[in-house]
């Protein structure tokens, strides 16, 4: 079967006027796209690359992650390296049991291989990495001690992460002369505890896509099922991860942009609280914006990983001695809790766009496996969901989206079916006065008191949800799979909670998750969402959830999701 693309009623959704691209303007930059497209080829080593790539990536399901995990172009070894988790790595290069050096070898083996496949990268500077991990070597041979908890572990970085001295785009066409002359606050605070970088991944035009596509090397592809999309906006960073082309990746979120990625692509991801990992040094369109702001978090194939990441960052990375804006407040030491002492809500459905049977078979799954394990499960009726959907869709372009506007008008770039999307968020072109912002702040706040007097009076320790209506959207050319729906993460950008996006080790089956033919969508953004689901195309798509509880409590979070990982 195959899909048809975009709805024919997607334009009366739009409601920005100015698309704000040049065609004869976006001639002259042509040029500059070809150049950092032939860099990335050049830097994609041809001595890691395979010759037996399917001709059929977008035509018929391919599942990568299966290649790289039985291909012989990957030696055993690296096969075993890339396969061991970041936080088992760093002890064995600590006790020089490993070397840096070959470790970034085989990670930077897997991701070439990966690139072919799933085009996540945007740069690839393999031998600078090579170079640095020879001087952590050294080092520890030299001193007998490592430079940081991460000395020597692989970490791969979304594009938008300002790097000094090489190009930083965000996405925009305009941007492909940026180059930062210093590095991020996140960058620096990662080379000190003595990370190895040598690829930088992909995201979408505007960086409001949960798809990771753009005018500059394209679309991304999901690594279970290449019909499918990474997601986006930290999507080159899930389909990094996920296959196993980094020991740990490094994204951004502000409605979905970690958490969709991972569930997309079946790993884990962690979207904090804010002000615990700095964003500053980044490249977008937010600058100035503290209604609802963006966060960086860890994407990671296990919860200890996430939790390494999170407490070397914090505790010894002291981020807020380079970013004020980062809260000085130490990661905690949270033991695993006793399943029998633990409460969880199940959001099954918010309401207002039903999620697909994957997911459907997806909750049940939990609820019985968490019953099992003794955690006190109960359903979880969503609260102003309407309200929370309508005030954080405002507060994205409250600006009127004039910082977008004047991102992409400075290349006249075509924009995207999705930029399109994106741009029609709340009001779309309407600029929100300073007593209007004010207005959806107050709204906002009383908004999360109602969260957390639910929290608080129900004894309900974490709630769990859907990530998004179904598993990973397929992704074509032509038309738009979306997703167009966000309000099952969005809704948690608003809150500012932080929650864990987790696999459950289930994956979509055509046989089993038939399409309910007797639903009868609620809306116009309900009908666009189960029209996508075809189950034939989703094949073997990992079938993942969301943990989130109060804000701040990050490391209950992350001590939770050790219990989860063990269940599942």
Same mark, same amino acid.
């Given at each position: 079967? @195959?899909?048809? !693309?975009?709805?024919?009623?997607?334009? &009366?959704?739009?409601?920005?006027?100015?698309?704000? /691209?040049?065609?004869?303007?976006?001639? /002259? %930059?042509?040029?500059?796209?070809? +150049?950092?497209?032939?860099?990335?080829?050049?830097?994609? *080593?041809?001595e890691y690359r395979v010759d037996d790539v399917p001709k059929n990536l977008d035509s018929e399901v391919v599942n990568t992650v299966e290649y790289l995990n039985t291909t012989k172009a990957l030696s055993d070894r690296e096969k075993e390296i890339t396969n061991t988790s970041a936080s088992e790595l760093a002890t064995k290069i600590a006790k020089a049991e490993i070397s840096s050096v070959e470790v970034l070898k085989a990670f930077a083996h897997r991701a070439v291989i990966l690139q072919q496949f799933t085009n996540f990268a945007m740069e690839f500077f393999i031998n600078e990495g090579i170079k640095r991990a020879q001087e952590l070597d050294d080092y520890l041979a030299q001193n007998g001690r490592t430079v940081g908890p991460l000395h020597g572990l692989p970490i791969s970085l979304k594009e938008q992460i300002g790097y000094a001295g090489k190009i930083t785009n965000g996405g925009w066409v305009g941007w492909l002369e940026n180059i930062p002359e210093e590095d991020a606050t996140t960058i620096k605070v990662l080379k000190k505890l003595g990370a190895t970088f040598y690829v930088r991944t992909n995201q979408p035009q505007s960086l409001m896509h949960l798809d990771s596509n753009n005018n500059i090397i394209g679309r991304s592809r999901n690594p279970?099922?290449? *019909? *499918?999309?990474?997601? =986006? &906006? /930290? =999507? !080159?960073? !899930?389909?990094?991860? #996920?296959?196993? =082309?980094? +020991?740990?990746? @490094?994204g951004t979120d502000i409605g979905g942009s970690i958490r969709a990625p991972a569930a997309f692509s079946g790993c884990y991801g962690l979207k904090p609280t804010s002000r615990r990992i700095s964003c500053f040094g980044g490249v977008s369109s937010g600058k =100035?914006?503290?209604? @609802? @702001?963006?966060v960086c978090g860890p994407l990671a194939n296990s919860v200890e990983d996430i939790e390494l990441f999170m407490k070397s960052y914090i505790n010894e990375g002291k981020p807020w001695d380079d970013d004020q804006w980062c809260i000085p407040v130490v990661w905690r030491d949270v033991a695993k809790p006793e399943p029998k002492e633990i409460t969880v809500a199940i959001m099954y459905d918010d309401g207002k766009v039903k999620p697909h049977p994957p997911l459907q078979r997806g909750l049940k799954y939990v609820k019985e496996k968490l019953t099992e394990a003794g955690v006190k499960v109960i359903d979880f009726k969503p609260l102003e969901i309407e309200e +929370?959907?309508?005030?954080?869709?405002?507060?994205?372009?409250?600006?009127?989206?004039?910082?977008?506007?004047?991102?992409?008008? #400075? /290349?006249?770039?075509?924009?995207?079916?999705?930029?399109? %999307? #994106?741009?029609s968020f709340g009001n779309g072109d309407k600029m929100y006065t300073a007593s209007e912002n004010r207005e959806l702040n107050y709204r906002r706040d009383a908004l999360?008191?109602?969260?957390?007097?639910?929290?608080?009076k129900e004894k309900v320790d974490f709630i769990i949800s859907p990530v998004n209506v179904g598993c990973a959207p397929v992704c074509i050319e032509d038309g738009i799979a979306g997703p167009y729906y966000w309000g099952y993460t969005s809704l948690f950008n608003v809150l500012d909670l932080p929650t864990l996006t987790f696999p459950t080790g289930l994956y979509q089956d055509p046989k089993v998750d038939v399409k309910d033919e007797s639903y009868v969508p609620r809306s116009e953004i309900d009908k666009i969402e189960q029209d996508k689901y075809i189950p034939e195309l989703f094949k073997g798509a990992p079938i993942c959830f969301q943990l989130t509880t109060r804000r701040y409590c990050d490391e209950e979070t992350v001590a939770f999701g050790k219990i989860l990982q063990d269940i599942f």
């Open positions: 079967m @195959v899909y048809t !693309g975009a709805p024919q009623n997607i334009q &009366s959704f739009y409601k920005f006027t100015d698309d704000c /691209s040049n065609p004869e303007q976006f001639e /002259s %930059w042509k040029p500059k796209i070809k +150049a950092y497209r032939e860099a990335l080829d050049k830097e994609t *080593l041809k279970y099922n290449s *019909l *499918l999309t990474p997601g =986006g &906006s /930290s =999507g !080159g960073e !899930g389909a990094c991860v #996920a296959g196993r =082309g980094s +020991a740990i990746g @490094v =100035g914006q503290e209604s @609802v @702001v963006a +929370a959907f309508e005030l954080v869709n405002e507060m994205y372009s409250c600006d009127g989206n004039y910082a977008q506007k004047e991102m992409i008008r #400075a /290349s006249g770039e075509p924009l995207l079916p999705l930029t399109k %999307w #994106a741009l999360r008191k109602k969260y957390n007097d639910y929290f608080v």
